[in-house]
Nanobody, 125 residues
Framework: QVQLVESGGGLVQAGGSLRLSCAAS????????MGWFRQAPGKERDVVAAINWSGGSTYYADSMKGRFTISRDNAKKTVYLQMNDLNPEDTAVYYC??????????????????WGQGTQVTVSS
């Protein structure tokens, strides 16, 4: 069992930056691939970025490339999402997720085993 707690969300102006953190507790963190997803009101939960167990492989959705960076610190059991050049379309609840026991990264929300409670990111124009 893994518990995930996101933090770092908030209100920011367009063009600003935020850094989200997701702290994990429970089993060995390095056993898990991790992902960040987001969900805006009335929309599906979409992948933002994903990272494999070591941090050596990452994936970004097209609209995040060049603006967002996913990273992890296995010693701290934490995964991060650095978000730069934010725009109002980035407004959503951001969730981190963990998938146990497999190499690689994963883009499909249905593949993940554990989810955090989410953190709200609001970007004003």
């Amino acid at each position: 069992q893994v518990q995930l707690v996101e933090s770092g969300g908030g209100l920011v102006q367009a063009g600003g930056s935020l850094r989200l953190s997701c702290a994990a507790s429970g089993r060995i963190f390095s056993d898990y691939a991790m992902g960040w997803f987001r969900q805006a009101p009335g929309k599906e939960r979409d992948v933002v970025a994903a990272i494999n167990w070591s941090g050596g492989s990452t994936y970004y959705a097209d609209s995040m490339k060049g603006r967002f960076t996913i990273s992890r610190d296995n010693a701290k059991k934490t995964v991060y999402l650095q978000m730069n050049d934010l725009n109002p379309e980035d407004t959503a609840v951001y969730y981190c997720a963990a998938k146990r026991g497999m190499p690689g990264y994963y883009r499909n929300a249905r593949e993940y085993d554990y989810w955090g409670q989410g953190t709200q990111v609001t970007v004003s124009s």
